[in-house]
Protein backbone atom coordinates (compact mmCIF):
# COMPACT_ATOMS: atom_id res chain seq x y z
CA UNK A 1 0.00 0.00 0.00
CA UNK A 2 0.99 3.15 -0.84
CA UNK A 3 4.39 1.98 -2.71
CA UNK A 4 5.04 2.15 -6.08
CA UNK A 5 4.75 -0.41 -8.98
CA UNK A 6 7.70 -2.13 -9.83
CA UNK A 7 9.27 -2.29 -13.22
CA UNK A 8 8.83 -5.64 -13.64
CA UNK A 9 5.14 -4.89 -13.85
CA UNK A 10 4.87 -2.76 -16.73
CA UNK A 11 4.70 -4.56 -20.66
CA UNK A 12 8.20 -3.33 -21.44
CA UNK A 13 9.59 -4.63 -17.36
CA UNK A 14 7.66 -8.06 -17.63
CA UNK A 15 9.52 -8.63 -21.38
CA UNK A 16 13.07 -8.10 -20.13
CA UNK A 17 12.26 -10.23 -17.03
CA UNK A 18 11.32 -13.13 -19.16
CA UNK A 19 14.85 -12.29 -20.76
CA UNK A 20 16.22 -11.98 -18.04
CA UNK A 21 17.73 -8.46 -18.78
CA UNK A 22 15.82 -6.23 -16.65
CA UNK A 23 18.67 -5.45 -14.27
CA UNK A 24 21.64 -5.82 -16.50
CA UNK A 25 23.40 -2.94 -17.83
CA UNK A 26 26.09 -2.86 -20.27
CA UNK A 27 28.86 -2.41 -17.96
CA UNK A 28 27.63 -5.84 -16.04
CA UNK A 29 28.32 -7.55 -19.15
CA UNK A 30 31.65 -6.47 -21.02
CA UNK A 31 33.45 -7.64 -17.63
CA UNK A 32 36.76 -8.73 -18.21
CA UNK A 33 35.88 -12.54 -17.62
CA UNK A 34 33.15 -11.84 -20.00
CA UNK A 35 35.34 -10.90 -22.76
CA UNK A 36 37.92 -13.45 -21.76
CA UNK A 37 35.36 -16.06 -22.22
CA UNK A 38 35.02 -14.75 -25.72
CA UNK A 39 38.74 -14.89 -26.52
CA UNK A 40 38.96 -18.22 -25.03
CA UNK A 41 35.88 -19.93 -27.40
CA UNK A 42 37.46 -17.81 -30.73
CA UNK A 43 41.16 -19.44 -29.62
CA UNK A 44 39.39 -22.80 -29.28
CA UNK A 45 37.79 -22.49 -32.60
CA UNK A 46 41.58 -21.93 -33.85
CA UNK A 47 42.77 -25.14 -32.70
CA UNK A 48 40.05 -26.92 -34.09
CA UNK A 49 40.70 -24.79 -37.21
CA UNK A 50 44.50 -26.05 -37.05
CA UNK A 51 43.30 -29.66 -37.00
CA UNK A 52 41.08 -29.12 -40.18
CA UNK A 53 43.92 -27.86 -42.23
CA UNK A 54 46.27 -30.68 -41.32
CA UNK A 55 43.41 -33.30 -41.70
CA UNK A 56 42.49 -31.74 -45.35
CA UNK A 57 46.54 -31.72 -46.30
CA UNK A 58 46.83 -35.25 -45.16
CA UNK A 59 43.89 -36.23 -47.18
CA UNK A 60 45.32 -34.94 -50.34
CA UNK A 61 48.83 -37.15 -49.65
CA UNK A 62 46.48 -39.75 -49.47
CA UNK A 63 46.84 -40.19 -45.92
CA UNK A 64 43.53 -41.01 -44.03
CA UNK A 65 44.20 -42.83 -40.41
CA UNK A 66 41.63 -40.59 -38.11
CA UNK A 67 42.29 -43.78 -35.35
CA UNK A 68 46.17 -43.18 -35.35
CA UNK A 69 45.35 -39.25 -35.27
CA UNK A 70 43.14 -39.94 -32.00
CA UNK A 71 45.58 -41.93 -30.60
CA UNK A 72 48.43 -39.63 -30.78
CA UNK A 73 46.45 -37.06 -28.69
CA UNK A 74 45.62 -39.22 -26.26
CA UNK A 75 49.31 -40.81 -25.93
CA UNK A 76 50.17 -37.18 -25.33
CA UNK A 77 47.49 -36.36 -22.63
CA UNK A 78 48.98 -39.65 -20.63
CA UNK A 79 52.37 -38.60 -21.03
CA UNK A 80 51.87 -34.75 -19.27
CA UNK A 81 48.19 -35.75 -17.52
CA UNK A 82 48.24 -38.72 -16.27
CA UNK A 83 51.75 -39.27 -15.45
CA UNK A 84 51.22 -35.90 -13.31
CA UNK A 85 48.06 -38.29 -11.42
CA UNK A 86 50.55 -40.88 -10.41
CA UNK A 87 52.99 -38.42 -8.86
CA UNK A 88 50.06 -36.52 -6.75
CA UNK A 89 49.32 -38.02 -2.91
CA UNK A 90 46.24 -38.77 -1.12
CA UNK A 91 42.91 -39.48 -2.69
CA UNK A 92 43.71 -37.04 -6.11
CA UNK A 93 46.22 -39.86 -7.05
CA UNK A 94 45.67 -41.61 -9.72
CA UNK A 95 45.51 -45.04 -8.03
CA UNK A 96 43.00 -43.69 -5.90
CA UNK A 97 40.57 -42.32 -8.43
CA UNK A 98 40.79 -46.02 -10.39
CA UNK A 99 39.69 -47.61 -6.78
CA UNK A 100 36.57 -45.53 -6.88
CA UNK A 101 35.69 -43.84 -10.28
CA UNK A 102 37.57 -46.21 -13.17
CA UNK A 103 34.13 -47.41 -14.58
CA UNK A 104 32.89 -43.80 -15.09
CA UNK A 105 36.01 -42.35 -16.44
CA UNK A 106 35.76 -45.75 -18.76
CA UNK A 107 32.58 -44.77 -20.22
CA UNK A 108 33.82 -41.09 -20.39
CA UNK A 109 37.23 -42.23 -22.55
CA UNK A 110 35.19 -44.61 -24.66
CA UNK A 111 32.41 -42.02 -25.50
CA UNK A 112 34.90 -39.04 -26.45
CA UNK A 113 36.78 -41.80 -28.70
CA UNK A 114 33.35 -43.12 -30.79
CA UNK A 115 32.36 -39.27 -30.94
CA UNK A 116 35.52 -38.48 -32.73
CA UNK A 117 35.48 -41.69 -35.10
CA UNK A 118 31.94 -41.32 -36.01
CA UNK A 119 32.29 -37.90 -37.00
CA UNK A 120 35.32 -38.42 -39.27
CA UNK A 121 34.15 -41.70 -40.98
CA UNK A 122 30.73 -39.61 -41.80
CA UNK A 123 33.06 -37.54 -44.32
CA UNK A 124 32.80 -41.44 -46.52
CA UNK A 125 29.63 -41.41 -46.56
CA UNK A 126 28.09 -37.98 -46.57
CA UNK A 127 28.18 -34.45 -47.68
CA UNK A 128 30.19 -31.40 -45.67
CA UNK A 129 26.47 -29.58 -46.10
CA UNK A 130 25.27 -32.17 -44.22
CA UNK A 131 27.93 -32.46 -41.69
CA UNK A 132 27.76 -28.30 -40.69
CA UNK A 133 24.28 -28.76 -40.48
CA UNK A 134 23.55 -31.83 -38.27
CA UNK A 135 26.63 -31.24 -36.53
CA UNK A 136 24.43 -28.65 -34.39
CA UNK A 137 22.89 -31.13 -33.28
CA UNK A 138 24.96 -31.27 -30.27
CA UNK A 139 23.62 -28.42 -29.30
CA UNK A 140 20.32 -28.98 -28.15
CA UNK A 141 21.25 -32.21 -26.89
CA UNK A 142 23.77 -30.63 -24.67
CA UNK A 143 20.77 -28.50 -23.45
CA UNK A 144 18.76 -31.26 -22.28
CA UNK A 145 21.34 -33.25 -20.72
CA UNK A 146 22.32 -30.53 -18.91
CA UNK A 147 18.53 -29.46 -17.48
CA UNK A 148 18.44 -33.02 -16.32
CA UNK A 149 21.87 -34.08 -15.28
CA UNK A 150 23.16 -30.88 -14.24
CA UNK A 151 20.24 -29.41 -13.20
CA UNK A 152 20.86 -25.72 -15.11
CA UNK A 153 18.03 -23.94 -15.72
CA UNK A 154 17.87 -21.29 -18.74
CA UNK A 155 16.17 -18.36 -19.29
CA UNK A 156 13.92 -17.04 -22.87
CA UNK A 157 17.52 -15.07 -23.62
CA UNK A 158 19.46 -18.57 -24.02
CA UNK A 159 16.98 -20.39 -26.16
CA UNK A 160 16.54 -17.09 -28.49
CA UNK A 161 20.90 -16.61 -28.37
CA UNK A 162 21.28 -20.85 -29.66
CA UNK A 163 18.49 -19.72 -32.17
CA UNK A 164 20.65 -17.03 -33.70
CA UNK A 165 23.88 -18.96 -33.28
CA UNK A 166 21.83 -21.34 -35.72
CA UNK A 167 20.88 -19.09 -38.26
CA UNK A 168 24.40 -18.10 -38.17
CA UNK A 169 25.51 -21.85 -39.42
CA UNK A 170 22.49 -21.53 -41.95
CA UNK A 171 23.68 -18.68 -43.31
CA UNK A 172 27.32 -19.94 -43.84
CA UNK A 173 25.91 -23.47 -45.16
CA UNK A 174 24.30 -21.52 -47.76
CA UNK A 175 27.55 -19.45 -48.83
CA UNK A 176 29.18 -22.94 -49.05
CA UNK A 177 26.47 -24.11 -51.65
CA UNK A 178 26.68 -20.99 -53.45
CA UNK A 179 30.09 -20.80 -53.64
CA UNK A 180 29.63 -24.98 -54.48
CA UNK A 181 31.19 -26.20 -51.64
CA UNK A 182 28.85 -29.20 -50.99
CA UNK A 183 31.80 -31.64 -50.89
CA UNK A 184 32.13 -34.88 -49.46
CA UNK A 185 30.78 -38.46 -50.66
CA UNK A 186 27.25 -39.25 -51.40
CA UNK A 187 27.60 -42.89 -51.66
CA UNK A 188 25.25 -43.67 -48.27
CA UNK A 189 23.76 -40.10 -47.27
CA UNK A 190 21.66 -41.73 -44.46
CA UNK A 191 24.30 -43.58 -43.00
CA UNK A 192 26.61 -40.95 -43.43
CA UNK A 193 23.83 -38.19 -41.78
CA UNK A 194 23.28 -41.18 -38.98
CA UNK A 195 27.12 -40.67 -37.88
CA UNK A 196 26.89 -37.75 -37.89
CA UNK A 197 23.89 -37.43 -35.65
CA UNK A 198 25.16 -40.34 -33.24
CA UNK A 199 28.89 -37.98 -33.16
CA UNK A 200 26.55 -35.19 -32.04
CA UNK A 201 24.88 -36.88 -29.06
CA UNK A 202 28.25 -38.70 -27.99
CA UNK A 203 29.92 -35.50 -28.11
CA UNK A 204 27.27 -33.67 -25.82
CA UNK A 205 26.92 -36.75 -23.21
CA UNK A 206 31.37 -36.38 -23.21
CA UNK A 207 30.64 -32.85 -22.84
CA UNK A 208 28.19 -32.84 -19.94
CA UNK A 209 30.66 -35.65 -17.81
CA UNK A 210 33.63 -32.88 -18.53
CA UNK A 211 31.41 -29.83 -17.15
CA UNK A 212 30.67 -31.98 -14.17
CA UNK A 213 34.33 -33.12 -14.02
CA UNK A 214 36.07 -30.09 -14.14
CA UNK A 215 33.81 -28.40 -11.58
CA UNK A 216 33.21 -30.12 -8.74
CA UNK A 217 36.98 -33.01 -9.19
CA UNK A 218 39.94 -30.98 -10.85
CA UNK A 219 40.69 -30.37 -14.87
CA UNK A 220 43.81 -32.33 -14.35
CA UNK A 221 41.86 -35.57 -13.16
CA UNK A 222 39.69 -35.37 -16.15
CA UNK A 223 42.51 -34.63 -18.50
CA UNK A 224 44.61 -37.19 -16.69
CA UNK A 225 41.88 -40.08 -16.69
CA UNK A 226 40.97 -39.21 -20.30
CA UNK A 227 44.30 -39.90 -21.35
CA UNK A 228 44.72 -43.03 -19.64
CA UNK A 229 41.71 -45.13 -20.78
CA UNK A 230 41.27 -43.05 -24.23
CA UNK A 231 45.11 -44.54 -24.72
CA UNK A 232 43.89 -47.61 -23.97
CA UNK A 233 40.65 -47.36 -26.23
CA UNK A 234 42.32 -45.80 -29.10
CA UNK A 235 45.45 -48.19 -28.94
CA UNK A 236 43.36 -51.21 -29.46
CA UNK A 237 40.44 -50.01 -31.91
CA UNK A 238 44.17 -48.68 -34.33
CA UNK A 239 45.47 -52.28 -33.86
CA UNK A 240 41.98 -53.82 -35.34
CA UNK A 241 41.01 -50.73 -37.81
CA UNK A 242 44.11 -49.28 -39.07
CA UNK A 243 47.47 -51.23 -38.86
CA UNK A 244 47.61 -51.35 -42.54
CA UNK A 245 46.94 -48.41 -43.31
CA UNK A 246 49.60 -46.70 -40.83
CA UNK A 247 51.86 -49.27 -42.36
CA UNK A 248 50.74 -48.07 -46.06
CA UNK A 249 51.94 -44.44 -45.05
CA UNK A 250 54.72 -43.08 -46.91
CA UNK A 251 56.97 -40.82 -44.46
CA UNK A 252 58.67 -38.03 -45.23
CA UNK A 253 59.01 -34.35 -43.15
CA UNK A 254 55.79 -33.04 -45.02
CA UNK A 255 53.86 -35.99 -43.20
CA UNK A 256 55.50 -35.84 -39.78
CA UNK A 257 54.89 -32.31 -39.62
CA UNK A 258 51.35 -32.30 -40.48
CA UNK A 259 50.70 -35.42 -37.89
CA UNK A 260 52.90 -32.89 -35.41
CA UNK A 261 50.78 -30.33 -36.46
CA UNK A 262 47.38 -32.01 -35.66
CA UNK A 263 48.44 -33.96 -32.53
CA UNK A 264 49.34 -30.52 -31.01
CA UNK A 265 45.94 -28.91 -32.11
CA UNK A 266 44.14 -31.55 -30.39
CA UNK A 267 46.82 -31.95 -27.29
CA UNK A 268 46.11 -27.73 -27.10
CA UNK A 269 42.14 -27.96 -27.59
CA UNK A 270 41.95 -30.56 -24.93
CA UNK A 271 43.78 -28.76 -22.79
CA UNK A 272 42.49 -25.49 -22.69
CA UNK A 273 38.57 -26.69 -23.16
CA UNK A 274 37.94 -27.18 -19.46
CA UNK A 275 39.47 -24.36 -18.38
CA UNK A 276 36.30 -22.66 -20.71
CA UNK A 277 34.25 -25.37 -19.57
CA UNK A 278 34.69 -24.02 -16.30
CA UNK A 279 34.43 -20.20 -16.89
CA UNK A 280 30.98 -20.98 -18.66
CA UNK A 281 29.42 -23.97 -19.38
CA UNK A 282 29.87 -26.68 -22.25
CA UNK A 283 26.86 -25.59 -23.80
CA UNK A 284 28.21 -21.58 -24.17
CA UNK A 285 31.66 -23.28 -25.47
CA UNK A 286 30.26 -25.57 -28.34
CA UNK A 287 28.37 -22.74 -29.71
CA UNK A 288 31.21 -20.19 -29.67
CA UNK A 289 33.18 -23.14 -31.66
CA UNK A 290 30.44 -22.51 -34.56
CA UNK A 291 32.71 -20.38 -35.82
CA UNK A 292 35.74 -23.03 -36.49
CA UNK A 293 34.35 -23.54 -39.70
CA UNK A 294 34.49 -20.36 -40.73
CA UNK A 295 38.10 -19.97 -39.52
CA UNK A 296 38.83 -22.95 -41.40
CA UNK A 297 36.95 -21.54 -44.23
CA UNK A 298 39.16 -18.35 -44.13
CA UNK A 299 42.30 -20.60 -44.21
CA UNK A 300 40.86 -22.41 -47.09
CA UNK A 301 40.41 -19.32 -49.35
CA UNK A 302 44.46 -18.89 -49.63
CA UNK A 303 45.69 -23.00 -49.03
CA UNK A 304 42.69 -24.48 -51.29
CA UNK A 305 41.70 -21.37 -52.92
CA UNK A 306 37.91 -21.51 -51.90
CA UNK A 307 35.65 -18.70 -53.54
CA UNK A 308 34.75 -16.50 -51.36
CA UNK A 309 31.18 -15.25 -50.33
CA UNK A 310 30.02 -12.29 -48.10
CA UNK A 311 27.80 -14.47 -46.43
CA UNK A 312 31.00 -15.91 -44.58
CA UNK A 313 31.20 -12.52 -42.62
CA UNK A 314 27.70 -12.33 -42.20
CA UNK A 315 27.56 -15.80 -40.63
CA UNK A 316 30.80 -15.19 -37.90
CA UNK A 317 28.89 -11.95 -36.79
CA UNK A 318 25.80 -13.68 -36.29
CA UNK A 319 27.23 -16.82 -34.33
CA UNK A 320 29.29 -14.25 -32.76
CA UNK A 321 26.48 -11.95 -31.75
CA UNK A 322 24.91 -15.09 -30.29
CA UNK A 323 27.31 -15.97 -28.38
CA UNK A 324 27.76 -12.95 -26.47
CA UNK A 325 23.64 -12.59 -25.74
CA UNK A 326 24.26 -16.74 -24.03
CA UNK A 327 26.69 -15.46 -22.07
CA UNK A 328 25.24 -12.02 -21.26
CA UNK A 329 22.73 -13.68 -18.72
CA UNK A 330 24.15 -16.72 -16.20
CA UNK A 331 22.15 -19.85 -16.82
CA UNK A 332 21.12 -21.39 -12.81
CA UNK A 333 21.97 -24.30 -11.32
CA UNK A 334 19.48 -26.02 -8.87
CA UNK A 335 21.46 -27.37 -6.21
CA UNK A 336 19.46 -29.61 -3.74
CA UNK A 337 19.20 -28.50 0.06
CA UNK A 338 21.80 -31.48 1.17
CA UNK A 339 24.39 -30.18 -0.88
CA UNK A 340 24.11 -26.45 0.17
CA UNK A 341 24.48 -27.58 4.08
CA UNK A 342 27.65 -29.47 3.02
CA UNK A 343 29.49 -26.41 1.25
CA UNK A 344 28.12 -24.27 4.37
CA UNK A 345 25.23 -22.70 3.08
CA UNK A 346 22.26 -23.66 4.93
CA UNK A 347 19.73 -20.90 5.11
CA UNK A 348 18.73 -19.69 8.60
CA UNK A 349 16.32 -21.08 10.59
CA UNK A 350 13.00 -20.14 10.07
CA UNK A 351 13.66 -18.26 6.56
CA UNK A 352 12.57 -20.99 4.29
CA UNK A 353 10.95 -18.37 2.24
CA UNK A 354 13.42 -15.85 1.84
CA UNK A 355 15.60 -18.44 1.10
CA UNK A 356 13.56 -19.49 -1.75
CA UNK A 357 12.96 -16.18 -3.00
CA UNK A 358 16.53 -15.73 -3.50
CA UNK A 359 16.78 -18.05 -6.46
CA UNK A 360 14.09 -15.79 -8.13
CA UNK A 361 17.06 -12.80 -8.17
CA UNK A 362 18.81 -11.64 -11.09
CA UNK A 363 22.57 -12.78 -10.27
CA UNK A 364 23.70 -9.08 -10.52
CA UNK A 365 21.62 -8.18 -7.01
CA UNK A 366 23.35 -11.55 -5.44
CA UNK A 367 26.68 -10.62 -6.67
CA UNK A 368 27.82 -8.39 -9.15
CA UNK A 369 31.21 -10.05 -9.76
CA UNK A 370 29.56 -12.89 -11.41
CA UNK A 371 27.02 -11.05 -13.46
CA UNK A 372 28.47 -12.16 -16.98
CA UNK A 373 29.67 -15.67 -17.47
CA UNK A 374 29.23 -18.41 -15.71
CA UNK A 375 26.37 -20.17 -13.95
CA UNK A 376 24.52 -18.91 -10.96
CA UNK A 377 23.90 -21.60 -7.86
CA UNK A 378 19.94 -20.74 -7.05
CA UNK A 379 19.37 -22.32 -3.72
CA UNK A 380 16.18 -24.46 -3.62
CA UNK A 381 15.06 -25.64 0.22
CA UNK A 382 12.14 -27.62 0.83
CA UNK A 383 9.46 -25.50 2.68
Known amino acids: MGMEEPAVGKPCGR ?5 GLNNYKLKDVLTWQF ?18 VSCQYLAQ ?36 VLKTKWWKY ?24 SIQLL ?54 VLLGDGLVLLSAALYAVSNVCQEYTVKNRSRVEFLG ?28 IKIIVLFAGYTLCMYALYSCM ?15 LLTADLFSLFCGLFLFHYTFSGLYIVSFIVITLGFVMFNAVPTYALVPDSDSREAGLDRPAGSSDEATSRCLLPPAE ?18
Open 135 to 188: DCFVIPVLMVLSWFLLKTRYRLIHFVAVCVCLLGVGAMVGADLMAGRDLGSTSH
Open 225 to 252: MMGFFGTIISGVQLAVLETSAVAAIKWD
Open 35 to 52: LKTIAMGQALSLMICGTA
Open 366 to 383: KDPESAAGGTAVALLSPV
Open 61 to 96: AGVETPMFQSFLNYALLFVSYTSYLCCRKGDENIFQ
Open 106 to 129: LLMGLTDVQANYAVVKAYQFTTLT
Open 15 to 19: CMANF
Open 274 to 288: PTAVRLTSATAVNLS
